[in-house]
């Protein structure tokens, strides 16, 4: 099969399509297998020629989008500008409307309540998960490898729970300080102390910082087609901000993929829409006001690292980073990097590692060889360790260290 070519191996287009050069791996590809299914699925009686080309091509079609990332590239940065993650949410409701999902949709589907369950008990949860049998039990009835351990942040570390009333009982020029925190579940259970530097950071950067504890965000619902499960959610995840958001206040996320939910499945479910910005804009705001503090040390020039659904809806991001980077006397160079290859739960599958790796080894092999690196998502900051034995920081953590001298 043939491979990437030089000049594309770091673009973020599809990287599934990237890594194989399978037209049935590209969005033209997915596109057109998932028109001519919903054709022939749409014919409310069938001839037995039908039926039969419409369970191949609904096989055919399946394949296609179980190499799918869902990264949202080919929403922005392919030519022909289709939305696959939303196709392949939509068509995953119907194909399993239709036969018995396997165990693995069953337990991924609860994994944010267990993940709640474990925030509360890390050490004890990482004993259980840690051993060998844990990791064959895994691999063996769920396809799982490879997850990483649980990292909660020191609940003294983190800033106080947001609420209405808590805001309105605030004068109008406090009010306009108040940046709000919107934690994710999987930052908050496997990288919490990323949390906790982003609420120094920005109460050094003169923000009054409160915070969303983190809360079920159904990212893996939609992604197996539990769409009226996944509506649900975004219906409360949705009100929640937008309760908050009308009271003036400003909400962030140290997690662009889930923050960026806000704008996209969020609001194809609900029809609403509410900014969760990113961590860079807030603090280049200040730094370009004259509110960045000095920092007390120095520290070598850093690569710095986005995540694909990132730089493919935020493109803006990384260049506005260096520049929130630059107001605490650190150079950051953005790198031009594709897909690490992780997506969530991706990367962790016993049947995705060989395209996980390759797709990895495009452009962010190259980009991680040493530890001068700086990585905006949580996806790309477990990859990279898990591959190089190397973590990135995230931006906000070196900001937090300089800081601390």
């Known amino acids: 099969m043939a491979r990437a070519s030089p000049g594309t191996r770091s673009n973020v287009m599809c990287p599934s399509y990237k890594a194989t050069r399978d037209r049935a791996q590209s969005p033209k590809g997915r596109a057109s297998l998932l028109r001519a299914w919903a054709r022939l699925d749409s014919i409310a009686q069938p001839s037995p020629a039908e039926a039969a080309e419409r369970d191949a091509l609904a096989a055919d079609t399946h394949a296609s989008l179980a190499t799918c990332l869902s990264c949202k ?11 696959v993650p939303v196709m392949k949410s939509r068509f995953a409701e119907r ?3 239709k036969r018995p999902r396997p165990l693995r949709h069953r337990v991924v589907a609860q994994m944010e309540s267990m993940l709640a369950a474990a925030r509360a008990m890390p050490g004890l949860a990482n004993r259980v998960a840690d051993s060998e049998r844990a990791h064959a039990a895994l691999e063996r009835t769920l396809g799982y490898v490879d997850l990483p351990p649980f990292a909660v942040a020191d609940p003294g570390t983190l800033p106080p729970v947001a609420s209405p009333a808590k805001l309105k009982a605030l004068p109008a020029e406090e009010r306009a300080r108040v940046v709000v925190l919107v934690e994710d579940s999987f930052t908050a259970s496997f990288d919490g102390p990323v949390i906790a530097a982003a609420a120094r950071v920005l109460t050094a950067c003169g923000y009054r910082v409160l915070r969303l504890p983190p809360r079920s965000n159904g990212k893996v619902l939609y992604l197996l087609g539990l769409r009226t499960r996944f509506a649900r959610i975004a219906r409360r ?3 929640e901000a937008r ?26 479910m609900t029809g609403d829409s509410v900014d969760v910005t990113g961590l860079e804009t807030l603090i280049a705001e200040a730094v370009s006001h004259g509110r960045a503090p000095t920092a007390t040390q120095t520290v070598p020039a850093q690569r710095l690292l986005g995540h694909c659904t990132e730089q493919a809806l935020r493109p803006q991001a990384l260049a506005t ?14 790198i031009k990097t594709g897909c690490c290859g992780m997506a969530g739960l991706f990367g962790h599958e016993a049947a995705n590692q060989k395209l996980s790796r390759d797709i990895f080894a495009l452009s962010w092999a190259d980009a991680t060889q040493d530890d001068a690196m700086l990585a905006t998502g949580f996806s790309c900051r477990c990859q990279t360790k898990r591959l190089t034995g ?14 601390a001298g």
Request: charged fraction near 20%.
């Open 321 to 334: 980073w260096a520049q929130a980077l630059a107001g605490f006397g650190i150079t950051a160079t953005p």
């Open 237 to 239: 995840r949705m009100a």
């Open 243 to 268: 309760a908050l958001a009308d009271l003036g206040v400003r909400l962030t996320g140290p997690d662009a993929a889930t923050a960026l939910m806000f704008g996209q499945e969020f609001a194809e």
């Open 390 to 403: 190397r973590r990135p920081l995230h931006p906000v953590e070196l900001i937090d260290r300089v800081l």
């Open 73 to 83: 590239a080919c929403t922005t940065l392919c030519p022909v500008k289709v939305d």
């Open 95 to 97: 194909h399993w409307a």
